[in-house]
């Protein structure tokens, strides 16, 4: 009798939010890190390539555990677009805001022993958190920084279900996306920071504040809009017949 062969089996759900802790904890800690202690030198090319790097690793670790959302507003615009399970999201979104604060709390703990002042510093300058006016790194207004997070978090996603959808080439995605965001952050950093994600802008905020705290609101609000019209749009035009 032949020995049979053992199926793998789904990943748990522990296991995926595992994945999306850690993936998030990567990209937040990477591209905040990154602009932390080393923009310095590096200007916004810096946390541009920190962000898809990070990204493009963590797809390619534990995007076969999670799908390697590491974002809310990916995981509600897969949702829209008929790609992730509604009842999944809001543990999903949990789980990437905690990889996100954890991310940004091992920052803080590592510059409280950094040199001194160097802390304050960052945080009296909203500790790179995501916004307008003051908060903008060149003082672009709140029209600006709306239509910014909207229209990129869009093609942001466009690009995600594109490059997932099953008759895109094999094995590319992660590249794919963190040369997407790569090039999202080049654009947006100068005008708001550059988000698509709220688990990055309430990581950073929390840290940042008063000032970041209240404008927090938008980032949480606006790519998640961007998501929905981005998976509309792909379901819309793109999608082919099923």
């Known amino acids: 009798m032949a020995k049979e062969i053992p199926t793998p089996s789904s990943p748990s759900m522990t296991a995926r939010l595992g994945a999306e802790v850690f993936g998030t904890f990567l990209l937040v800690g990477g591209v905040i890190g ?18 898809g790097l990070a990204v493009l690793a ?10 390697a959302h590491f974002n809310p507003a990916v995981t509600i615009g897969a949702a829209v677009a008929g790609r992730f399970a509604w009842k999944d999201a809001p543990a999903y979104i949990a789980a990437q805001f905690v990889g996100g604060l954890l991310a940004t709390s091992m920052l803080v703990l590592i510059g409280a022993f950094g040199p001194s002042g ?8 909203g500790f790179f958190s995501t916004g307008w006016d003051a908060l903008s790194p060149d003082g672009f207004g709140f029209v600006a920084v709306v239509v910014a ?29 963190g040369m997407t965001l790569t ?10 920071n550059a ?32 998501a929905i019209v981005g998976a509309a749009i792909y379901r819309g035009v793109f999608a082919g017949k099923r």
């Open 195 to 226: 988000s698509f994600n709220p688990a990055r802008s309430l990581a950073t905020a929390v840290y940042g504040g008063p000032d970041a705290l209240l404008q927090l609101w938008a980032f949480l609000v606006v790519p998640v809009v961007g």
């Open 58 to 67: 963590g797809a390619y670790a534990v995007g076969h555990i999670s799908g």
């Open 34 to 51: 990154t602009a932390y202690f080393s923009s310095a030198n590096t200007g916004i090319l810096g946390p541009a390539l920190a962000v």
């Open 183 to 192: 090039v999202l952050h080049l654009v947006a950093i100068p005008v708001s």
């Open 118 to 125: 160097s802390l304050a510093s960052a945080q009296e300058g």
């Open 149 to 177: 997070e909207l229209v990129l978090t869009a093609v942001l996603v466009i690009v995600i279900l594109g490059v997932t959808d099953d008759r895109a080439f094999a094995g590319f995605a992660p590249l794919a996306i």
